[in-house]
């Protein structure tokens, strides 16, 4: 028995995100996005303002939406593609690569959403860089310019001048100045998007205006005390160009603008991620894809057969409605069961067996991903196919780095620390100013006069290749190269090296120092040292308290020596007459002998002439200051 009105029919809950859309409702889609198209003007649609690298006007594309949504007729002569324009790509067709903010916003999503962009970003802003320190030749304007560096936090503002650079293209900043303390205050970093580059077509210099935001317009025009009170932190020409919906003018020796930019005439950065642009959106519609496949192996389609093939039956068209009632009651409910009889057939078509292996199609978008950024899977997971090409990959993307560490030390060189010291006068006075002690001002002083600092990176190497550095150190102990080529392999200057030293001379850090303390506790005639050493005593307070025990006994015994070997004085007596003329001793002789007459007598000690001892209690021209020389050998008096 058959039944000639039947037609097989299905049934859609309604809920499902991917429920097919009829004919009326495609039709009414593409209408309505043509007309919203021809409203929007010229915009992405009829046409593009810029070359190749932005500048200046490139092709001129009209699109025909009509073909783009309608299927061709049967009258359509095709012709075979001769020349394709890499202008018109259906795939950016409806990027908006004219309007800055929105590419931004693309970016930034695919930054905080896509793996690979976001860890590539991140290593090439973070890499190259690391703590740092700042050496000048004077230690007072070390400990200044170290300040600076920590108050601005220079080493937070490279990173997020790099990830803006490989991120966006570009990255731009604007600095506040003190003029009582002649330095900067801060350093505000700017969305590239809200800043207009002009150029001035007088020199390469650009002219740099900020662009009204719509929330700070908000803030301006707003009544609330909190924002008012933020209105007056700004200055009054920028409030009021704001209000106004005008762009404000930036004082461009106070903006640093750290972009990659693809050629000195061009303004405007380009971003790293745009070169994988149209590789993400592949990616996206793999994806796509893949969530496909997920929901239809979620969502299977049920086939539902009813009657007996055997038998030749197939039900009435009032037993189909019924099922159908049933079907939909059961859709909303997990825990519907059906009473049926014996002709029922339920058949699933989903996915197994029957999916695109998706896994070498992301893998493929991934190699291109990282190609186009500049990375590998040796830098982003640790994986290579040998040690020596991860080490060539490597060493190439590390020279890169250096020339970017460079960059920066570059811009905070000149763009943030060579203001500071003009307008503090940190310059170097010459042999003239020092000797007539004065200081001579110019309003030309170069760059190369002003005390600026060098960046001491605590990260010197980026690459460590030991076996190049084993053999070039083994060339410099024998004499082959000089010591210069040592240093910048390993990225440390020789005048910074000597102050080191310096430093570090008869110091615990000075290696001839720790072998001398060794020699010094193993000598067996250092005993008590050794022993004072073992109780806990400072080597150093040991070594200075043998060194004044040694100064005090030196003076002790040169002391003696002296009074040992000096002649005793003799004393003057009162009255009589001098030993040459046979008088008493003492006495005046009213002449001095005169030339030729010979030597005067020597009187030894403890006897005078004629032999007569003095008496201790005799009178002297010395007093009581005799009584204080040593006595002499073999007198019973104080000697003479």
Known sequence: MTDESFQGDGVSAGFHRNARMTEEMTEAATKAMVEQTSREGSGVYAGTQGGVLGDGKGFERTAQFQQLFQGSSQDTVRTPLLYVDPLWDTVLLLFPEDNLKEVNKRLRHYYKFQPYVGSIVDIHSTFPLSDFELNVESDELKEYYNYIKEKLDLLQMAVWMLRDKYLLGESIWYGTWDKHNYEWSEWNQYPPEYIDVRRTYASNAAAYFLLPDPELQKIIASNDPVDQELVRLMPARFVDAVGRGKPYLLDSERVIHFSNRTAKYTLRGLSLVK???????????????????????????????????????????????????????????????????????????????????????????????????????????????????????????????????????????????????????????????????????????PASKYYLPQFIWRKLNLLNNTTEQEMLIRMRNDGRIPMEVINDIFGLQAKSLTEQFKKEEATYFDPEWQELKKQVLADEDNKEVRERYLRGEKLKDILDDLAVKAQVKEELEEESKEKANKPPDEPELLGGGGPAAGGPVGAPTGELPGPGEGEPEVELPGERPGGEVPSAQGPTALGEEAENLPTAPGAEGPAV
């Not at 496949?293 to 055997?310: C, N, Q, T, Y």
């Not at 939909?328 to 014996?342: K, W």
């Not at 590390?398 to 060579?418: D, G, Q």
């Not at 940190?426 to 002690?437: I, N, P």
Request: hydrophobic share 45%; no cysteine; net charge positive.
């Open 275 to 445: 070169r994988v642009l149209k590789d993400l959106l592949f990616e996206d519609k793999i994806r796509y894809l893949q969530y496909t496949f997920v929901d239809r192996h979620m969502f299977p389609i049920k086939i539902f057969k009813l009657g007996s093939e055997a038998k030749g039956w197939i039900p009435s068209q009032k037993h189909f409605q019924r099922f159908k009632q049933l079907l939909v009651q059961a859709a909303n409910d997990p825990d519907f069961n059906i009473i049926y009889h014996f002709g029922i057939q339920v058949d699933y078509v989903g996915t197994k067996d029957k999916i695109e292996n998706l896994i070498p199609w992301f893998e493929w978008v991934g190699k291109r991903i990282m190609t186009g950024m500049f990375a590998n899977e040796a830098l982003l997971g640790g994986e290579a196919p040998s040690y020596a090409g991860q080490t060539v990959n490597l060493k190439m993307l590390f020279h890169r780095y250096v020339t970017e560490r460079e960059a920066i030390e570059w811009i905070f060189k000149y763009k943030i620390f060579l203001p500071i010291a003009r307008e503090q006068q940190f310059v170097r006075r010459t042999d003239a100013e020092l000797a007539h002690k004065i200081r001579i001002k110019s309003k030309t002083v």
